[in-house]
């Protein structure tokens, strides 16, 4: 007799554990589900396709733009003005609004990249994603021009900002930029380390462009929602671990 006492409070136990993640309303029972839509980060390079991106202005993605294993390349060798022929700016399928955006990145020997957020794509208006999306710049400081210019060196970003600190690594070497944009607020972190923090939308924005390039531009660093955009500025450059959390 106790042991099937002790057997059916087993399977007493067993049913309430597989019914814990139920609510039941008089006869009806039905399954409560986390929401992870907001809290999960989705990868961005998935497949050789490239299925989450595309070209900016056109449909697909040319075929400068290798990856393999996981690794975007884009394979500069063949110039096309100042980019690459088969190559040119990709941007994200999907638009943005509020994100938390991974990426690793490897820069070649004087090359010049960029990570590109809130492009607006309208090719009628903007030749280029970097009329309309601030950009937080890839280099190697130490032989590229741009290198040399303040709020133009790795991390920064690009002609507005410069970061607080130097924690990039050279050319050739593996690195990690967030950006984190949410409600207005920005903030980027390279190698996991916070160097740059503003706001995005409010007077002092206003001014910081206004003092800059893209001044000549009227709808850059205003759009709200946009594209994630990654550069080619006729350099080699590599990029893994891509990744977007909607906040």
């Given at each position: 007799?106790?042991?099937?006492?002790?057997?059916?409070?087993?399977?007493m136990?067993?049913?309430a554990?597989?019914?814990?993640?139920?609510?039941?309303?008089?006869?009806t029972?039905?399954?409560?589900?986390?929401?992870?839509t907001?809290?999960?980060?989705?990868?961005?390079?998935?497949?050789?396709?490239?299925?989450?991106?595309?070209?900016?202005?056109?449909t697909?993605v040319?075929?400068a733009?290798?990856?393999?294993?996981?690794?975007?390349?884009?394979?500069?060798s063949?110039?096309?003005?100042?980019?690459?022929n088969?190559?040119?700016?990709?941007?994200?399928?999907e638009?943005?609004?509020?994100?938390?955006?991974?990426?690793?990145?490897?820069?070649?020997?004087?090359?010049?990249?960029?990570?590109m957020?809130?492009?607006?794509?309208?090719?009628?208006?903007?030749?280029?994603?970097?009329?309309?999306?601030?950009?937080?710049?890839i280099?190697?400081?130490?032989?590229?021009?741009?290198?040399?210019?303040i709020k133009?060196?790795?991390?920064d970003?690009?002609?507005?900002m410069?970061?607080s600190?130097?924690?990039v690594?050279?050319?050739g070497e593996?690195?990690?930029t967030?950006?984190i944009?949410?409600?207005?607020?920005?903030e980027?972190?390279?190698?996991?380390?916070?160097v740059?923090?503003?706001n995005?939308w409010?007077d002092?924005?206003?001014?910081m462009?206004?003092?800059s390039k893209?001044?000549?531009?009227?709808?850059?660093?205003?759009?709200?929602?946009?594209?994630i955009a990654?550069?080619?500025?006729?350099?080699?450059v590599?990029?893994?671990?891509?990744?977007?959390?909607k906040?």
């Open positions: 007799m106790k042991k099937l006492a002790y057997l059916s409070i087993a399977i136990a067993l049913a554990c597989q019914s814990a993640d139920k609510k039941t309303a008089g006869d029972t039905v399954e409560v589900k986390a929401d992870t907001k809290t999960a980060f989705e990868p961005l390079l998935t497949d050789s396709t490239m299925s989450n991106w595309h070209t900016y202005g056109k697909g040319g075929k733009w290798q990856l393999k294993g996981g690794v975007l390349h884009l394979d500069a063949k110039k096309a003005d100042w980019q690459t088969g190559g040119g700016d990709i941007i994200t399928n638009e943005y609004e509020n994100f938390d955006l991974k990426v690793e990145w490897k820069i070649s020997r004087a090359g010049n990249s960029g990570i957020f809130y492009v607006h794509e309208d090719t009628t208006k903007y030749k280029y994603p970097w009329q309309t999306g601030p950009e937080t710049q280099a190697d400081n130490k032989e590229n021009e741009d290198g040399k210019l133009h060196r790795a991390g970003l690009y002609d507005l410069s970061i600190k130097e924690v690594k050279p050319a593996w690195n990690k967030e950006v944009a949410n409600d207005g607020k920005l980027i972190l390279v190698n996991d380390e916070k740059l923090s503003t995005m409010d002092n924005w206003k001014k462009i206004a003092a893209f001044k000549e531009w009227p709808g850059f660093g205003t759009f709200k929602k946009g594209h990654l550069q080619d500025h006729g350099a080699d590599w990029f893994r671990n891509v990744e977007i959390k906040l």
